[in-house]
């Protein structure tokens, strides 16, 4: 292939100059160019190697169907791989180079796959290394050899410097595709008044008609119709857009390329944005792609698509050879072929069909067009490039007679008629109808909001296409007139693109899906095979499984599925399309919520007096809480133990806001109340709260927490931090669906509430000192609350002990939680008041045999976590049937005990549990739940869920952690560890 | 994604509520102690295909339970309403 410029024509700005760069080498450039053209301006036939065979490769087309021309685009962080240089608008700077290739694109050792081809076809890893060899490691060692050899591009490895955007759009309608129907489309419904999204993938407006002949009529058509477009402000126009996804209610996914045409974004500008758009209606105008022929030899660089070397020539003027050899089943080769003729270049024409079309014929003649009809091409000869046609006489049914013509030339294109790019329509909408007169799935006109115009609905004229879109834009304005023969619909099609000998081998290698290089003789060998369903032949073969999903070989793998079995295509089916349209870049879906963007981070009020105070943070939930206030030179272990030991003899406190609060409010909130929780509500007096137990309809335990009566009709819940929002939406189902006679309101108020605990036997003496109220134990007992003010805001005080000790819950307006907590360490300097994290609250908490999270855990009961005693038998609550399932009250199910470590070193939650004598296999007896080093016991312990737990105190038995793979022997004992008559916590 | 029409805030993204069960289904009488039928309200459930009621949360907007008519096949929504409000 001799391709050059040409002197004149193309949309291209001459008078600037760019350089690109492919492979290390510079290739002279304008405006307006793709990396494609520029390579084929500059000679560069050759651009990769292919996926498995690693045969040479060109250019095949000129948009976004192209399967060979993938390039690494940019270098260092802004590497890309998988860029279609068909895709890629050439800029100053920009550098490729070819993929798939070691150690050079024209030396290549993997070509040597191509000798091993008859091993290496359907169902090759499979058959290798799944059959024979399951079981065995050969699989894994093949692999990464198979996986270096077998690919497409490197993907990056570095951290991506650019920005990308999300954006949320609403319009009235959508115009996908700006070529003549969808700008018609777009003008109709812009004069009407709708807001109209117009996008268009090309940087430019127009489709099909930028590749029409510079000068052409529709030249100055698209001119005006830009400019009106441009005077509508109802109208917006996205270029360098691609709508990959239509998804239900009409909500699309666009993806544009703000910044990709250009080295790096300029400042501010993100290199893509995502674009999220629900429309009211839909306009598809996407077009049609062409289909190749299948021959021998069908993927030697030099053998394109006809409509793309139309494209080379009228928009980028470049013609891609001198001696062309066209191979067509329709009409639509004809007119590229006398443009190609007049460009000066010598060209064949292979018509399959016997009569050549008489209104091309005078034409091609006059244009010195060699016209062979009843011809076709049955083999390409050339290795890195076209050397020769085999052209062979072909008779009804495509069967070949005689020998072949060997036509020396450098070109070689098919015209196997048209597929729409019903992409977006099938996503939608599943299976199109086919139509047998133009050997093409079609979507209907109209479907639903969707309405489909132009070639996609392989409309036969401009003037069809351009009635069409304006129809389904509104037909405002006046009707645009437009002839010409930018007709992309090859009319008079025989349905034949498979050229093969009278034995239906073809001789040498004919390529069905070039990006995935699945071969005529794959399909054919999954045929053998006995495979029908087209899904399944599509994963056994690969076929359409690329990047570019099979835009230029889905149709020809199925015809010839049909034709092996002997069906019409219909029969065998189509596969379904599923977003998106092309790749999108994961960092654009991504936008902006990574890192700490993804989603928000959930701080305290006190969160900045923890962290001025050096508080080692931890992520709970959304949360971020403090975990342990180190002293120097301590560890998360020391820091604890000091910590909870420090509760146990002075006074600490703890930032516990992250508690869900829940206001519960109305005159049935008590009744409501005694049915969610399984413990009596109906009679907690006012200033008073009651730790309460929450069930599953399905009888396991859901949360815990407790509620405060504030007045008559006025109660404030806790909940546990994890399942703030879960208990919420619970409550309001129940009311809004099922109790809507209850007239009770909940209401969130975990936002609006500050909550700080102060445990220890001196927090009564500091809260005294600080607030000055009556705090004894006859003034303020366990499980009452007190309004006080500390500092001058009022806060409630409520007298309840997590942590066993003597303590109270402090709520305080959020907004002054940190002046409180500030209050508090200065009262609190005679008493020697402490803060404690996260971790030193547990371990009180694990003392005390207190359940959280790790023991609520979706899978225990009330019996199961010996909590039964709360259970009213004189109501029914949420739970209360099912709980008592057969299933449910096994006394060998797990229940919780508490676990002394034998030894100095702690066990590991999750460590499962067997019984002394036991083989340590399987899953055990039970499960660890929480782990700590008790400093009131100078012990390691436990909480665990262990099979007969509570009849088994005193046993020995093995605790096992397969993960960290140690093991331990424990003590079965009460989980009530530290103080279980509660002495200190009455106190 | 699915826009469905909420009675309070008018058509928002699917990904402002949470999908909470059939709507058909009836939660028991609290007073009803045979456990046969609250273990076919937890556990007995059609999957239907075609059109169904069912209940969504405008968990992210308005917070109100409501009870949409959609066909689960096609993802065609007909309407929607506030569970409170519909007949029990």
């Given at each position: 292939m001799t391709a050059r410029r040409l002197e004149t024509g193309g949309r291209i700005d001459r008078s600037r100059e760019l350089t690109v760069k492919f492979d290390g080498k510079s290739l002279p450039a304008h405006p307006g160019d793709t990396l494609a053209s520029a390579l084929l301006a500059g000679g560069q036939q050759m651009v990769g190697r292919s996926f498995?065979?690693?045969?040479?490769?060109?250019?095949?087309?000129?948009?976004?169907?192209?399967?060979?021309?993938?390039?690494?685009?940019?270098?260092?962080?802004?590497?890309?791989?998988?860029?279609?240089?068909?895709?890629?608008?050439?800029?100053?700077?920009?550098?490729?180079?070819?993929?798939?290739?070691w150690p050079s694109l024209q030396f290549d050792v993997g070509a040597v796959n191509g000798l091993l081809s008859r091993f290496l076809g359907a169902g090759f890893y499979y058959k290798t290394f799944i059959g024979p060899f399951s079981g065995t490691k050969y699989w894994m060692f093949c692999e990464r050899f198979i996986r270096r050899a077998a690919g497409m591009g490197r993907?990056?490895?570095?951290?991506?410097?650019?920005?990308?955007?999300?954006?949320?759009?609403?319009?009235?309608?959508?115009?996908?595709?700006?070529?003549?129907?969808?700008?018609?489309?777009?003008?109709?419904?812009?004069?009407?008044?709708?807001?109209?999204?117009?996008?268009?993938?090309?940087?430019?407006?127009?489709?099909?008609?930028?590749?029409?002949?510079?000068?052409?009529?529709?030249?100055?058509?698209?001119?005006?119709?830009?400019?009106?477009?441009?005077?509508?402000?109802?109208?917006?126009?996205?270029?360098?857009?691609?709508?990959f996804g239509a998804y239900d209610c009409e909500v699309f996914g666009l993806l544009e390329r703000v910044q990709d045409h250009v080295l790096a974004p300029e400042e501010g500008k993100p290199r893509q944005r995502y674009w999220v758009v629900r429309a009211k209606r839909a306009v598809l105008a996407?077009?049609?792609?062409e289909r190749p022929m299948v021959f021998a030899g069908n993927d030697v660089p030099g053998v394109m698509l006809t409509s793309a070397v139309r494209s080379y020539l009228n928009r980028y003027a470049v013609l891609a050879g001198e001696r062309i050899v066209i191979s067509t089943n329709n009409d639509s080769a004809y007119p590229a072929a006398i443009e190609f003729a007049k460009a000066g270049a010598r060209v064949t024409i292979c018509d399959l069909r016997a009569e050549a079309p008489t209104q091309f014929v005078d034409s091609a003649k006059k244009a010195g067009i060699d016209l062979r009809p009843g011809h076709a091409v049955l083999k390409v000869s050339g290795g890195k490039g076209v050397k020769a046609a085999h052209v062979v006489r072909i008779g009804p049914g495509g069967k070949i007679k005689g020998n072949a013509t060997r036509i020396a030339c450098d070109l070689v294109t098919g015209s196997g008629g048209w597929a729409p790019a019903l992409h977006l329509w099938s996503q939608r909408f599943g299976k199109p109808q086919f139509n047998e007169e133009l050997d093409a799935f079609l979507p209907p006109a109209e479907k639903g909001t969707f309405s489909c115009v132009g070639s996609l609905i392989g409309s036969p004229s401009l003037r069809d296409t351009l009635s069409q879109g304006h129809e389904a834009g509104g037909a405002v304005g006046k009707e645009p007139a437009l002839f010409g023969h930018a007709d992309h619909w090859g009319r008079n099609l025989v349905p034949l693109t498979v050229i093969a000998k009278v034995n239906g081998r073809t001789p040498g290698k004919a390529f069905v899906d070039f990006q995935h290089d699945v071969k005529l003789a794959d399909i054919d060998q999954a045929h053998l095979e006995g495979y029908i369903s087209v899904e399944h032949l599509k994963r056994y073969t690969t076929s359409g499984m690329a990047a570019d999903q099979g835009k230029t070989s889905n149709l020809n793998a199925l015809a010839r599925m049909a034709e092996l079995r002997g069906l019409p295509i219909p029969s065998v089916g189509t596969t379904t399309f599923r977003p998106p349209y092309t790749p999108v870049t994961i960092g654009a879906v991504v936008g902006h919520d990574h890192g700490l963007n993804f989603r928000p981070t959930r701080l305290?009020?006190?969160?900045?007096?923890?962290?001025?105070?050096?508080?080692?943070?931890?992520?709970?939930?959304?949360?971020?809480?403090?975990?342990?206030?180190?002293?120097?030179?301590?560890?998360?272990?020391?820091?604890?133990?000091?910590?909870?030991?420090?509760?146990?003899?002075?006074?600490?406190?703890?930032?516990?806001?992250?508690?869900?609060?829940?206001?519960?409010?109305?005159?049935?909130?008590?009744?409501?109340?005694?049915?969610?929780?399984?413990?009596?509500?109906?009679?907690?007096?006012?200033?008073?709260?009651?730790?309460?137990?929450?069930?599953?309809?399905d009888g396991f335990v859901f949360d815990d927490g407790a509620t405060t009566r504030l007045g008559d009709h006025d109660y404030f819940m806790t909940t546990t931090t994890a399942n703030a929002a879960n208990v919420l939406a619970r409550a309001e189902y129940l009311l809004q669906t099922a109790w809507r006679n209850l007239n009770v309101h909940v209401t969130s108020v975990s936002d609006q509430w500050c909550a700080i605990a102060i445990a220890g036997p001196k927090s009564r003496a500091l809260l005294t000192a600080l607030t000055g109220a009556e705090l004894s134990n006859e003034a303020l007992p366990n499980n009452h609350f007190a309004n006080v003010t500390i500092a001058g805001v009022s806060c409630r005080l409520h007298r309840m002990s997590f942590s066993g000790e003597l303590a109270y819950e402090l709520y305080i307006p959020a907004k002054r939680g940190r002046q409180i907590w500030e209050a508090l360490m200065a009262a609190g300097e005679p008493f020697n008041l402490k803060p404690y994290g996260l971790e030193a609250m547990g371990a009180l908490r694990i003392e005390k045999g207190?359940?959280?999270?790790?023991?609520?855990?979706?899978?225990?009961?009330?019996?199961?976590?010996?909590?039964?005693?709360?259970?009213?038998?004189?109501?029914?609550?949420?739970?209360?049937?099912l709980r008592k399932r057969p299933v449910l009250e096994d006394p060998a199910r797990p229940s919780l005990v508490g676990l002394e470590i034998v030894g100095d070193t702690s066990t590991r939650a999750g460590s499962l549990l067997y019984a002394l004598s036991a083989p340590t296999k399987g899953h055990g007896e039970g499960w660890v739940s929480s782990v700590t080093y008790s400093p009131a016991l100078k012990k390691n312990i436990a909480m665990a869920l262990l099979s007969r737990g509570p009849e088994r105190h005193g046993e020995t038995i093995q605790v096992v952690d397969f993960v960290g793979g140690q093991s331990w022997l424990a003590k079965v004992v009460s989980h009530h560890f530290f103080d279980p008559e509660g002495k200190r916590q009455n106190g | 994604m699915l826009r469905i029409p909420c009675p309070v805030c008018g058509l928002r993204d699917e990904t402002e509520f949470s999908y909470g069960a059939d709507a058909t289904v009836r939660l028991p009488d609290m007073n009803e102690a045979d456990p046969k039928v609250w273990h076919d309200y937890v556990f007995i459930r059609d999957n239907p295909r075609g059109p169904h009621k069912e209940y969504w949360h405008h968990v992210s907007g308005c917070r109100q339970w409501i009870v949409v008519h959609r066909d689960t096949l096609t993802h065609e929504i007909f309407g929607s309403a506030l569970a409170r409000e519909v007949a029990a």
């Open positions: 498995k065979y690693h045969r040479p490769r060109g250019v095949v087309a000129a948009g976004v169907e192209e399967p060979n021309a993938l390039v690494h685009l940019r270098s260092g962080d802004r590497h890309e791989p998988n860029a279609q240089a068909t895709m890629v608008e050439a800029f100053d700077g920009l550098t490729s180079t070819p993929q798939n290739v993907a990056p490895t570095l951290p991506d410097p650019d920005h990308y955007e999300k954006i949320n759009a609403f319009c009235d309608v959508l115009i996908v595709g700006a070529g003549p129907a969808g700008i018609s489309a777009a003008l109709a419904a812009g004069r009407k008044g709708d807001n109209v999204f117009l996008v268009e993938q090309d940087r430019d407006l127009g489709g099909s008609l930028l590749s029409e002949p510079l000068g052409a009529p529709s030249d100055a058509w698209l001119a005006q119709a830009r400019a009106e477009l441009d005077g509508l402000p109802n109208v917006r126009v996205l270029t360098r857009t691609t709508a996407t077009g049609a792609i305290t009020t006190i969160h900045g007096w923890h962290q001025d105070n050096g508080a080692v943070m931890i992520e709970t939930g959304a949360w971020l809480r403090p975990w342990y206030y180190p002293a120097k030179r301590e560890d998360i272990n020391d820091a604890y133990i000091r910590e909870a030991a420090h509760v146990r003899e002075h006074v600490g406190i703890v930032d516990v806001s992250t508690l869900g609060k829940i206001a519960v409010q109305g005159p049935d909130a008590a009744e409501f109340l005694n049915r969610i929780y399984v413990n009596g509500f109906k009679t907690l007096p006012i200033g008073r709260l009651r730790y309460g137990i929450m069930l599953r309809e207190h359940i959280t999270g790790s023991e609520i855990e979706g899978r225990t009961t009330l019996k199961d976590l010996g909590l039964e005693g709360f259970a009213s038998s004189k109501k029914p609550f949420i739970g209360s049937v | -």
